[in-house]
């Protein structure tokens, strides 16, 4: 198989997936911004070639990049960077060049949100009350239906950016202040929940091969809006609503040889409903939290599912599996050096967050594991304690 990976070197775990792929067997072609010189070691071991372009968003110089690959090792048969930013680029790539994966035929169906409700509704799982608009008038005819407060955010686009919840006039005048001009957003009901994940990996035939489920402790908006630390925890073993829930989704997108994360709200009142299907690895830390909760290497297991369409099993979880981060802007109670003492023997990982992440993931963050979940969340609490 010869697999090109798209911007190999950011985020710095696709150096763990292009290893994973050489090793299955596959020939790791790279395309990226970066200078050779600059990329880790390991990414250099993994990659049988690195075309470097000026602009990873100029899409002629992809085109030139893939024509030279295909004249040197032959056929082409993947095009990924698992990462949302670029569902339109790849699928181009792969509509020009007739390579196997999602084209652009199918990618605005699985990047709008506006457009994701038509699928939650066929798999037949709970729907925000939502509408597309771009300007005020809209928002005001949906706000005449549902009330404050609601939620508004790009129909197009992965994290907590340009995501608000909005609770009276006033607010709503500041959103539109601040929006981007000619930005399309959704409004949706705002629900008292949490998020709650299904993420795992679809073979070639839509069947689940793996799968896994993690809790936020927080809104990821407000984590984000109000410069807050955070917190979740991914779980032995997935809610059976969720399961279900998943599985529907899942299925009624059709979706195949892929990683898949899927967000949902879990209600105070215990209610599952559907917020939004991204089909790629669930973001930051979270494929090393699933490694650490199952005692597997989901990077290989990925590997084997694309090259060579087998994984490995059966999985079981063993362990809860948190992260908890700090903001530099935060003065809290106990040192780095008090947090490594006082919990060594959980502590699986720590190191600082990239810049371009740590609004919402925080700038220093630890990943912790253990079977007693009660031990894992008086952890959290003690990373957390500010100072009075």
């Known amino acids: 198989m010869n697999f090109v990976f798209f911007s190999p070197h950011f985020p710095a775990n696709g150096a763990d997936f292009c290893d994973r792929l050489k090793k299955a067997g596959a020939t790791v072609l790279g395309i990226g911004d970066a200078p050779y010189e600059a990329l880790a070691p390991r990414l250099k071991a993994a990659l049988s070639e690195y075309y470097r372009v000026a602009d990873l968003e100029d899409y002629d110089q992809i085109y030139r990049a893939m024509g030279h690959f295909i004249h040197k090792w032959g056929r082409i048969d993947r095009f990924e960077s698992l990462n949302e930013h670029w569902l339109d680029l790849e699928a181009g790539i792969r509509t020009d060049f007739n390579i196997e994966g999602i084209k652009l035929d199918y990618v605005k169906n699985i990047k709008r949100k506006s457009r994701m409700r038509a699928s939650f509704r066929k798999a037949g799982v709970n729907v925000i009350a939502q509408r597309k608009t771009s300007d005020r008038a809209g928002a005001m005819t949906f706000l005449r239906r549902v009330g404050y407060p609601v939620v508004v955010k790009p129909d197009s686009g992965a994290g907590a950016a340009h995501t608000y919840k909005i609770s009276n ?8 202040r601040i929006k981007p001009e000619g930005m399309s957003f959704v409004m949706e009901e705002f629900i008292d929940g949490l998020v709650v994940t299904y993420d795992g990996l679809v073979n070639r035939d839509g069947e689940i091969v793996f799968a896994a489920s993690t809790k936020y402790d927080d809104s990821i908006m407000d984590v984000v809006n109000k410069n807050k630390h955070m917190s979740y925890t991914c779980r032995p073993e997935i809610p059976a609503d969720v399961e279900e829930a998943g599985r529907k989704i899942v299925k009624a997108f059709d979706l195949k040889e892929r990683f898949f994360h899927i967000e949902l709200f879990e209600t105070k009142q215990g209610r599952i409903v559907a917020l939004e299907v991204n089909i790629r690895p669930p973001g930051a830390w979270m494929p090393d939290a699933i490694n650490y909760s199952f005692d597997i290497d989901i990077y290989a297991e990925w590997a084997d599912m694309v090259v060579k369409n087998k994984v490995g099993g059966p999985f079981e979880g063993k362990y809860f599996t948190v992260y908890a981060s700090r903001k530099k802007h935060i003065r809290y109670r106990h040192s780095h050096a008090d947090v490594l003492a ?10 600082d967050i990239e810049e371009v992440f740590s609004r919402a993931m925080g700038n220093y963050a630890y990943q912790l594991r253990s079977r007693d979940r009660q031990a894992l969340r008086a952890a959290v609490d003690y990373i957390h304690a500010e100072e009075a």
Request: proline content about 0%.
């Open 169 to 176: 006039v006033a607010e709503l005048d500041e959103f539109f």
């Open 342 to 351: 006082a919990h060594a023997d959980m502590i699986v990982h720590h190191q």
